[in-house]
């Protein structure tokens, strides 16, 4: 039997009595609705229903099970005025065709070859840092990882770059609120200067990345990168040609943006926590400098053998991105009314699966904000449910390059950890202040000292 009985959710009298719940997508909301009404939750914003899913078993039906169900949400389908037809915004058939293309790029063997850009770029970061001087480290993790993205995927170092990537991402942040405008495409063509950064800052990156496409096809070189590969690809099992200069602009500004970004966001918000549990930082120290140790042979150890030995830093990464998951929702729009458990879904419902609610779920993580990485412990991690954690999505869009990220965030917290104390100046807060966006990102930075060890 079908049913409209919708499940509980907060209305609109509910959200009026709490200013701060009136942003429909803050985080703190997502986290209330789970613990106030449970697995299931319904409500209506905008004229469009709103469902809210808050179980491991749940994100397993939305996300795989009943995927060709949805398109993606409301945000990255309107993020197509600014990002274009890339691996975050395209549907299907496009989005299988260009991840085919794409994921050779970040085979195992390529990110292992990564790891030592990896390596040098973040040991070149810390040489530059002073002693006991303060600085924002969100910032320093921005301007490392685009470099790493930059040189890694399009063998460009683009570190003269680094301001006018990270003003463009902070404009493009700024889009968020217009995505749940009834016509976001009008208010792109009104003169706002907000609107007018987003235009100005889209100028800028595709300037740099045209660039980047033309020199590449009067060089006719074969660099070995993800560029090299788009200008080469041809789709066979599509039966298609070359990807033209928009196509491969389109999966160029997605990953150069959401490569950096996201890492960025959950390193700064690991060495927040290192700053907290000191003890833990010098547990990874020890283990670091054992990892980067040479062999009785004198040959240095690779960069994949050294990730591979730092199993506890392993951990310390994956339980802060259960903390503080950089992608702290995955939303989904319904294209065709269907039967969800009995429920009537229909046409256009936005549907909700929250990670950063997920995550923090007492349920399956008992005092979900204590810091534990050995809840990552396999023997421990088995005894949950195989959802309960996906800080990188869940079925055929499942993040491209989140074993990218993984070595990426590993390494970069190895070799930070092995010649630097991260503390609090005395007067910074110890509590973090998170801005829910397109992505979870320390709303004032993340302001340390380092002390070299």
């Known amino acids: 039997m079908v049913s409209t009985n919708y499940p ?23 986290q209330r609705n789970a613990r106030t009404y449970g697995d299931l939750v319904h409500y209506k914003a905008f004229g469009r229903h709103v469902f809210q899913f808050n179980h491991p078993e749940m994100v397993q039906e939305i996300l795989i099970r009943d995927a060709a169900m949805h398109h993606r949400g409301i945000v990255m389908q309107r993020a197509k005025f ?52 303060t600085f924002d480290v969100h910032r320093s993790m921005l301007q490392l990882t685009l470099r790493i993205t930059g040189k890694c995927l399009f ?56 660039g980047m496409i033309a020199a590449r ?19 066979i099992e599509g039966g298609t040609g070359g990807m033209t200069n928009q196509q491969i602009r389109d999966e160029c500004l997605t990953l150069l943006l959401a490569g950096h970004e996201t890492t960025a966001n959950g390193l700064s918000f690991i060495f927040f926590l290192m ?22 042979s004198g040959a240095l150890r690779t960069a994949a053998e050294i990730y591979d030995r730092l199993r506890y830093t392993q951990r310390v990464v994956s339980e802060a991105l259960r903390i503080y998951p950089p992608v702290w929702v995955t939303a989904r729009a319904v294209e065709t009314s ?61 993040c491209i390059g989140e074993n990218f990220a993984w070595m990426e965030a590993v390494l970069v917290l190895a070799t930070v950890a092995r010649n630097w104390r991260l503390r609090f100046p005395d007067a910074a807060p110890k509590e973090l202040a998170l801005s829910a966006q ?12 380092a002390i070299r060890r």
Not at 102 to 111: D, E, K, L, N, W
Not at 224 to 229: A, I, K, W
Not at 358 to 377: A, K, Q
């Open 82 to 133: 600014v990002l274009g037809e890339g691996l975050l915004t395209s549907e299907e058939p496009l989005h299988m065709r260009q991840r085919r293309l794409v994921q050779p790029a970040f085979h195992r063997q390529r990110i292992t070859a990564y790891g030592e850009t990896m390596l040098q770029f973040a040991g070149e970061m810390t040489e530059r840092w002073t002693s006991g001087a």
């Open 438 to 449: 397109i992505s979870l990102r320390p709303k004032n930075g993340v302001v340390l000292s």
């Open 217 to 235: 096809r009067r060089s006719a070189e074969d660099h070995g990168d993800l560029l090299s590969m788009l200008l080469a690809s041809t789709d």
């Open 338 to 398: 269907y039967v969800y458990r009995g429920l009537s879904i229909p046409t256009g419902s936005l549907l909700l699966v929250p990670q950063i609610a997920i995550h923090r779920d007492p349920r399956f993580y008992p005092e979900p904000m204590l810091f534990d990485p050995d809840r990552f412990l396999p023997e421990i991690a088995a005894d949950r449910p195989r959802y309960a954690y996906f800080p990188f999505g869940a079925g055929s869009r499942i």
């Open 275 to 296: 700053a907290q549990h000191p003890e833990v930082l010098e547990r990874v120290c020890a283990e670091a400098n054992e990892a980067f140790a040479s062999e009785t």
């Open 155 to 210: 063998d460009s170092d683009v570190e003269s770059e680094v301001q006018t990537i990270s003003d463009s991402v902070t404009a493009f942040m700024g889009f968020l609120p217009l995505a749940f405008l009834p016509f976001p495409q009008l208010v792109l063509k009104m003169p706002f200067g907000f609107v007018q950064r987003i235009h100005k800052s889209q100028k800028k990156l595709d300037a740099m990345i045209y």
């Open 8 to 30: 509980p959710g907060p209305g609109f009298r509910d959200r009026l009595r709490n200013p701060g719940l009136l942003r429909l997508t803050t985080h703190e909301f997502l």
